[in-house]
């Protein structure tokens, strides 16, 4: 079998499709250059103990059957009180799911499991060093834990509709956090550990949170991350924004063994295993919240600077995170599943907390890098646990198979289902992961969402559809995707053409909207279709998702890249105005301008083009101090790739930045016809100092 696969990976290997690559950058219309017909069945054992095999639910979930359809979701929950209108359009865009039903979505997740899974692992927690052991916790012990740390945030007198934040790494703890502000209708705010302090902040600031729960360290890469140091920094910009953060609540990685070098607050800083202590055996009734109750905000970047605070609500993203966790993740009480994202983005959320455990799954909480020590170490952990699920990005499965295109074939797992999720995948390393990590055993789901969607839009039903590698797949039962041109015409299957891809309908996961920001989310995402503001038909308010995409004859939809200012760096979205800002921060700096570079690993990195102001010249210390900036304002997700200071940068005569010229630069295509520019002499100044070209 590794002699068979590695013939056909040489193969591959040679037949390299770079196309889709490429297509993402132009964005222009795209011809399908592969073969439409490279189709992968599931295996009939897959399709055996599937969770899902009916091919029907497409005509269940038709335009006449719309909404009341996704009460079959809804009925995957545990309701206190069932609701009377199942879609309320009453105010467009802002959609209300379920309305008069009453539901919780901590017992949802863990209490109503108790009776038949009392003793089964809920999480199971893998620390990053290899010989520490790993934590099973079991829903009984989850239970417990919820129930205490619950009572220790109503002991600080927070209460339902408190937002809270969250800074927390991969570890049992966040989602233990997050699960205790559920049972309270106290709504989340998780910021990704590794976001800056900076980036904390603003988000503390743009919710109101007045508490903020953090950590004091986390492995990463071998080395102990002291995180508290950013609590600190995130309290202290919070407080030069005008926002007092009252508490801030330290989880300790190792009780009493490791000490963050920023010391404890006097009045504000509270360790929880202090805290814990006083609420041992604390039992606390989760609330019964409206089903339209906001559950969380998830932030995300926006085509202007400020991250836009997406707020989903509890009962219509819990039914769809439940119903794709177990029809398309096809999550069994039984299965081993492990998502490899972290809980401080959407996946994490939805199908790592609330999805798998709404369907009673066992969930794996990693605290490390994939590739560290090697790039063996995720299936050493799939072989040791028995992991049948898997689910991770395009840039960890070209990291993994980077660092050791062999590597899988040496290890035991034995995965039924893998997911890729977050960017395009290319074809060529879909063939790796279908082949060498899922050894032509597994079906894939190329799953396309975002953010704002809560959950899956587009991807194949692993039993139902054959996969087609680069292709996400149809759109879901009761998703209306199409894509449109941006006049509004449809673009038909089979057309050949790019356009936007556009959601007619709205569905139970989509977000309620931007915090505290409502013109700015019509304006976003509704603006582009909408053309009657006072309508009150969903049909009126078609969802412009930012993507550019193409839809084959076959129905499956190919998501190409942004078509905005977003750069999808490694999954992560980033937009060029936050970046540009985190420059221009720098004193010596004028103009800046953040383009996307295609990276090999990453999908796309950013490239920083910069001039400066008068009286200075280029040094590498003013380089060093632009990457500095971002990853301090931003963190290092976001560090450039190259930063280049230029004497001048290419702009329109009405003084607009020519992004798309200086990203045909970085990316070494022609730049076009440049000669209306206000200054087209600089653009083949920046060509030869960056490309070296004459
Ligand atoms: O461009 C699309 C890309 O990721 C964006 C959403 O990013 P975010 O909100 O951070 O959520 C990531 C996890 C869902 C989309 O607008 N994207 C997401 N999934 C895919 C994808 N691009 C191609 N294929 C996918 N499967």
């Known amino acids: 079998m590794a002699d068979e696969t590695h013939a056909k990976l040489d193969q591959m290997n040679e037949s390299v499709e770079t196309e889709l690559r490429e297509a993402q950058i132009t964005e222009a219309e795209v011809a399908v250059h592969w073969s439409e017909e490279e189709y992968y069945n599931p295996s009939l054992q897959f399709i055996a103990q599937a969770n899902f095999t009916d091919p029907t639910i497409y005509d269940r979930f038709s335009e006449e059957h719309f909404p009341e359809c996704f009460k079959e979701y809804a009925d ?14 009453s105010n467009p865009p802002f959609w209300k799911w379920f309305v008069g039903g009453k539901i919780n979505a901590c017992y949802n997740c863990v209490d109503r499991h108790l009776a038949q899974y009392r003793s089964k692992a809920a999480f199971i927690f893998v620390p990053e060093p290899e010989d520490e052991p790993n934590i099973a916790m079991t829903y009984q012990e989850l239970y417990v834990r919820v129930n205490e740390v619950a009572a220790v945030l109503q002991s600080l007198g927070l209460k339902t509709g408190d937002r809270v934040t969250i800074h927390m790494p991969m570890v049992l703890e966040l989602p233990i956090t997050m699960l205790a502000c559920a049972r309270l209708g106290i709504i989340h705010s998780v910021v990704f550990a590794g976001f800056s302090g900076q980036a904390c902040a603003d988000r503390i600031v743009d919710s109101g949170s007045r508490i903020l729960v953090t950590m004091d360290g986390y492995y990463r890469s071998g080395t102990m991350l002291d995180h508290k140091v950013k609590a600190d920094e995130a309290v202290e910009a919070s407080a030069r924004a005008g926002h007092t953060v009252e508490k801030v609540l330290v989880w300790r990685r190792y009780p009493r063994q490791y000490q963050s070098q920023a010391p404890m607050v006097e009045g ?40 836009k605070g997406h707020q989903h609500g509890t009962g219509g993203y819990l039914a769809y995170t439940a119903w ?18 972290d809980i401080g983005w959407i996946t994490g959320h939805s199908y790592i907390v609330y999805g798998p455990l709404a369907v009673a799954a066992t969930s794996v909480i990693y605290e490390g890098v994939p590739t560290y020590p090697d790039a063996g170490r995720p299936f050493r952990i799939a072989e040791e646990l028995g992991v049948n699920i898997f689910h991770t990005s395009p840039t960890a499965i070209r ?34 992961y279908y082949h060498v990590v899922g050894k032509e055993k597994a079906v894939i789901v190329d799953t396309w969402w975002q953010t704002e969607t809560g959950g899956f839009l587009c991807t194949t039903i692993p039993a139902i559809h054959p996969m087609k590698p680069g292709s996400a797949g149809p759109a879901l039962p009761g998703i209306y995707a199409t894509i449109l041109d941006d006049d509004g015409n449809v673009i038909p299957p089979g057309a050949g ?23 700015r989310f019509v304006q976003t995402y509704y603006a582009r279709y909408n053309k009657d503001r006072n309508s009150k038909d969903w049909r009126d308010w078609p969802y412009f998702a930012g993507d550019a995409a193409t839809q084959a004859g076959d129905g499956y939809f190919r998501i190409l890249g942004r078509v905005d200012d977003v750069i999808n760096v490694a999954g992560h979205r980033l937009g060029t105005k936050e970046l540009e800002s985190a420059v221009l921060t720098v004193e010596e700096v004028a103009e800046a301008a953040v383009v996307p570079r295609v990276d090999e690993l990453k999908g796309r990195v950013p490239d920083v083009y910069v001039s400066l102001k008068p009286g200075y010249t280029p040094t590498p210390e003013i380089q060093q101090k632009i990457v500095k900036a971002v990853e301090e304002l931003i963190g290092k997700i976001a560090r450039p790739k190259n930063v280049y200071i230029m004497p001048d940068l290419p702009k329109t005569r009405s003084g607009k930045l020519m992004r798309r010229v200086l990203a045909s630069i970085s990316n070494g295509q022609d730049v076009g016809d440049v000669t209306t520019l206000a200054n087209p002499d600089v653009v083949d100044l920046i060509r030869k100092s960056v490309r070296g070209d004459d």
């Open 76 to 89: 995957l929950l545990d309701w206190y009180q069932y609701w009377h209108t199942t879609l309320d359009t």
């Open 497 to 519: 053409k790019a356009g936007n891809m556009v959601i007619r309908n709205p569905w139970p996961g989509i977000t309620q909207g931007i915090w505290g920001d409502p013109d």
């Open 268 to 307: 504000r800083d509270l360790f929880m295993d202090d805290l814990l202590q006083e609420h041992r055996g604390a039992r606390v009734e989760p609330v019964k919240m409206p089903a339209e109750a906001p559950l969380f905000l998830m932030y995300t970047s926006g085509t202007t600077g400020k991250p």
């Open 324 to 341: 794709t966790s177990k029809m398309i993740q096809d999550i069994h009480p039984e299965d081993v599943y492990w998502c490899m994202a």
């Open 399 to 432: 990291m993994l198979r980077k660092a050791g295109p062999e590597t899988p074939l040496r290890y035991n797992h034995q995965f039924k289902h893998m997911t890729t999720v977050g960017e395009p995948i290319e074809p060529e390393v879909w063939r790796w």
